[in-house]
């Protein structure tokens, strides 16, 4: 097997809790990262997840504060905030009904696909409809793919990584004025480079983790 490029990222990448603050990335590489998560699937490709980058000195300490005295949000090269939509996520707002007239063309067919395809098979079958804080957690869990791929991304550029769960709620949406209403933020992402060494890759063999059928 020749040599696979992207596992070798996959290799090089680790949760980096300690950024080199001397260090930051190119203009052009950060673009690229910003547009792989762009590009990012989403669930019936209606998009939910929207990205704050962070860049001033006084919002990433208000930042740090509510994020557990996270340090490596300060010194990281950036840091990308993800929220992702709730009251738009339901079937019936025009958000969806726009995202689903990019993909069919005729008033019927958009219902179709909102009402019916959307919102009966999936939302009211897995009960996100009667219950918004299901909803409003399934739309949160589209940004880990965003962010996953951008994490990716830059592990093939050679820029470290940290995604950041670890946060109070609450706090961070007052600090960054989220109209809570309409959306919540999910998780953030510092991007860098590393000033520690890399810790232990620590995994499962393969075999304990696949199943052929």
């Known amino acids: 097997m020749k040599q696979d490029n992207y596992l070798h990222a996959m290799q090089f990448r680790f949760a980096c809790k300690k950024f080199d603050v001397t260090k930051k990335i190119p203009n052009d590489e950060f ?11 989403s669930s019936f490709g209606l998009e939910p997840t929207r ?46 009904f726009n995202k689903f007239a990019r993909r069919v063309k005729t008033s019927d067919e958009i219902k179709h696909y909102a009402l019916e395809r959307y919102g009966q098979r999936k939302l009211e079958n897995l009960g996100y409809i009667a219950d918004t804080e299901k909803l409003a957690l399934w739309s949160n869990h589209q940004a880990y793919i965003m962010a996953t791929t951008m994490m990716n991304h830059a592990a093939f550029l050679g820029i470290d990584s940290c995604m950041i769960e670890g946060f109070d709620r609450k706090e961070i949406e007052s600090v960054l004025h989220i109209d809570t209403f309409k959306e919540q933020v999910a998780l ?3 991007l860098g480079y590393r000033a520690m060494e890399q810790s232990p890759r620590l995994r499962m063999n393969i075999d304990e983790i696949v199943k052929f059928i």
């Open 51 to 96: 990205m704050i980058v962070v860049r001033s000195k006084e919002m990433r300490e208000k930042i740090k504060e509510v994020c557990w005295g996270q340090n490596h949000i300060i010194e990281a090269s950036e840091v990308i905030i993800y929220t992702s939509l709730k009251v738009d996520m339901l079937p019936h707002t025009n958000y969806i």
């Open 31 to 41: 673009e690229a990262i910003l547009e792989s998560g762009r590009l990012s699937p």
């Open 188 to 190: 953030l992402l510092c």
